[in-house]
């Protein structure tokens, strides 16, 4: 049971990962990214690809996050010419387009049959418990980079930007800059996530890169609150419990199938986003008001 | 001149929004720009401003070419604006407003954020000291640590003001400084724009209110359909034949 805990710790510190960069590019800067995913498989795949041909597994965490902080520049650039909306379709597509790249480029991911045997971050009985520490120190570490944004300089011209990017133009700022720096910083720790990911579960393939996976992160940023990372870690360890938990919906509902319960669950994640945007829309920790 | 509009045209689709106008502000000039709803005048300042490219013409600001200048680099050069409807930063503070429009770009870098941090508190506290003597001048200390969403709407304009302050501006566009404000307090107002216009920093006005245009400016550029239909002493322009008519004939 205390494995199974381990590791429901796990995959919720890896999707807080996910949510502390998606938060720094929504909450702070007011950047819709329906993409998010896209650099968790960026990073998913590299460190996995790179680990195999004998790089460390720490290393090539490293670099699967810089792979994919690179890999924002792009969308970044999209960023600067598309308004809110259309900056999110087009990150929505981009995450599509990375997804089918994945699964066609067989010479290099295998696609569909996806990459089996990824190496793990500690061996041994314990290799677990030294994997969710070692997590918890980079979320921490995470935290830590984002708080010191939030009280910086260069975190109020991010508010500034989520609150009237035209009016920080006429002050004389090129918000270019801003928004590609923070897309590149959200998805370095989108890509560090991946990494984390395949490492832990050891086999990845394209169908586990679906959108789905962004909107989860969404889900943990709203139940959470927008722009606290505390929000963050909180909200994506309710989310894994929620689906993790709602597994069990089948053993007190006789007389329903596996593919019923699946559904039953999102219904009933779904259901509980309905009633935190009615009653509690800054979710668990956001400061009041809407956001 | 410290800016040399001429022949500006802005074109949404076939509608000709501004048609070749021309004006010009010297250094230290307060201008007013006046017309009824439609006539180009705030289309005419976003061109100048560089939220809206001009389709032809040029514009000359303090001696550059600033024609295709984004709008970042404009303001960059002292070419400020406020904005009709105000673009205030809701959710943060009156004071980070202003801390925001000072000229920053050395601290406002993730590394500052990391590793620079004692340099970075300093800069924030010089610049703390010129918000707050900003704020005091325009009588807003009160609101200095309030949210800015829940300023009125006669204090978001102030406030608009007061970050252009923060640039240091050689020449501020003011897109209807008086619309929102209430009516016992455009004398304020008023006399804070004097202080401006003393301390040698030139202001273009786009105004209803015209008495108070009148009592401000030197000169007055009247916009009727896209182009600029009468310009001189505000008296006499807003006396003349041309513009009386393009108001209908009357409320003057």
């Known amino acids: 049971m205390s494995a199974y805990l381990i590791a429901i710790c796990i995959i919720g510190l890896i999707y807080a990962l996910l949510a502390i960069g998606l938060n720094i590019e929504y909450g702070e800067t007011g950047l819709i990214n329906f993409g998010h ?37 792009p969308i970044g650039f999209a960023a600067l010419r598309l308004k809110d909306d259309y900056f ?63 009280h910086s300089a260069f975190g109020r011209v ?44 050891s086999f990845i393939s394209p ?17 959470g609150g927008v ?39 999102l219904g009933v994640i779904g259901f509980i986003l309905v009633m935190f945007s009615l009653y509690r829309p800054q979710g668990l920790f956001g400061k009041g008001g809407r956001a | 001149m410290m800016l040399d509009v001429s022949d500006v045209t802005v074109s949404y689709g076939p509608f000709l929004a501004v048609d070749r106008a021309s004006l010009q502000v010297g250094a230290g000039e307060t201008v007013g720009l006046a017309g009824t709803n439609g006539a180009g005048k705030s289309t005419l300042f976003a061109a100048i401003a560089g939220q809206i490219m ?54 406002e870098t993730m590394w500052s954020a990391w590793f620079a941090r004692g340099a970075m508190r300093r800069k924030t506290q010089q610049l703390t000291v010129q918000a707050d003597g900003i704020l005091a001048m325009l009588g807003m200390s009160g609101l200095r640590d309030l949210p800015a969403a829940g ?5 978001k304009k102030l406030l608009e003001l007061a970050r252009v302050l923060m640039h240091r501006p050689r020449l501020i566009l003011l897109d209807e400084p008086f619309a929102g404000v209430n009516p016992v307090r455009i004398g304020e107002v008023m006399e804070i724009f004097r202080r401006l216009k003393d301390s040698g ?21 009247v916009m009727d359909q896209g182009r600029v239909i009468a310009q001189g002493d505000p008296a006499e322009v807003l006396a003349s034949r041309i513009v009386q008519d393009a108001y209908m004939g009357g409320v003057l």
């Open chain 2, 201 to 221: 920093i030139a202001l273009l006005i786009v105004e209803h209110h015209l008495q108070a245009l009148k009592a401000l400016s030197s000169r007055l550029y």
């Open chain 1, 88 to 150: 999110a379709i087009v990150t929505l597509g981009f995450a599509e387009a990375v997804r089918i790249t994945i699964q066609q480029e067989e010479w290099l991911t295998h696609g569909v049959q996806g990459i089996a045997a990824i190496p793990g971050l500690a061996a041994g009985a314990s290799g677990n418990s030294v994997f969710l520490a070692i997590l918890l120190l980079v979320v921490l570490c995470a935290m830590g980079s984002v708080y010191l944004i939030q």
């Open chain 2, 151 to 155: 300023l009125s709407g006669g204090q």
């Open chain 2, 54 to 107: 001009a389709d032809t013409g040029r514009m000359v600001f303090d001696d550059h070419a600033i024609t295709n200048h984004p709008a970042h680099q404009r303001a960059r050069l002292g070419l400020c604006r406020t904005f009709q409807v105000p673009r205030e930063f809701g959710r943060l503070s009156v004071l980070e407003n202003l801390l925001v429009a000072a000229p920053g770009d050395r601290m």
């Open chain 1, 227 to 265: 722009g606290t990372m505390r929000g963050s870690l909180v909200g994506s360890l309710v989310l894994v419990l929620l689906l993790e938990g709602s597994r069990f919906i089948g053993d007190f509902l006789p007389g329903v199938s596996d593919l019923q319960v699946a559904h039953l669950r």
């Open chain 1, 37 to 73: 995913v896209a650099y968790f498989a960026i990073g998913a795949y590299a460190s996995a690809l790179l680990s195999l041909r004998g790089v460390p597994v720490s290393l090539s965490i490293l670099l699967a996050g810089l792979l994919a902080a690179v890999a924002a520049i």
């Open chain 1, 158 to 201: 991010l508010r500034a930007i989520r609150d009237n990017e035209v009016a920080v133009v006429a002050l004389g700022k090129r918000t270019a800059g801003f928004k590609v720096k923070v897309l590149m910083f959200g998805s370095f720790f989108g890509g560090v996530a991946g990494a984390f990911y395949s490492h832990f579960i």
């Open chain 1, 207 to 223: 169908e586990q890169f679906v959108a789905l996976v962004t909107f989860y992160v969404w889900m943990s940023i709203i139940l």
